[in-house]
């Protein structure tokens, strides 16, 4: 099996040698997302509560790209330049998956990420109705 790419206008260019998303055996491994405008390419506010609605639309727009959306997902990681910031973004994120079983999570604090952002979620989802590139 082959590594089948994903790309949607309706989310950020990658910054770097990657991916939106890659699919591979009913997998959808979603990069992570920070509070990117898809149109100009730039950090929508220094607002950890904005920041992190952006990363999740990114993420949607994403996971719609492959004929996902959140109740696809079995994991997340999201990571926080600050931890204070756990008790904004954690009900924003608890919104997405409202109508889902939650998936498995991680939270992690980092020193830093990339264009100064606050947020970076990743997502893994499981969709076996992904077609395999032959």
Request: charged share 20%; hydrophobic share 45%.
């Amino acid at each position: 099996m082959s590594n089948r790419a994903i790309r949607t206008e309706k989310a950020p260019a990658p910054i770097g040698p990657y991916r939106q998303a890659i699919a591979r055996d009913g997998f959808l491994f979603c990069s992570g997302q920070v509070g990117l405008d898809p149109k100009t390419g730039a950090l929508i506010a220094d607002d950890v509560d904005r920041q992190t609605r952006r990363a999740l639309d990114n993420l949607a727009a994403v996971l719609a790209e492959a004929g996902a959306d959140f109740g696809d997902v079995v994991k997340t990681t999201i990571f926080l330049t600050n931890m204070a910031d756990f008790t904004i973004v954690n009900p924003i994120y608890g919104e997405r998956f409202a109508d889902h079983t939650p998936p498995a999570r991680s939270t992690f604090a980092v020193a830093g990420l990339p264009l100064g952002a606050k947020v970076e979620i990743e997502m893994i989802a499981v969709v076996p109705r992904l077609a395999p590139v032959t």
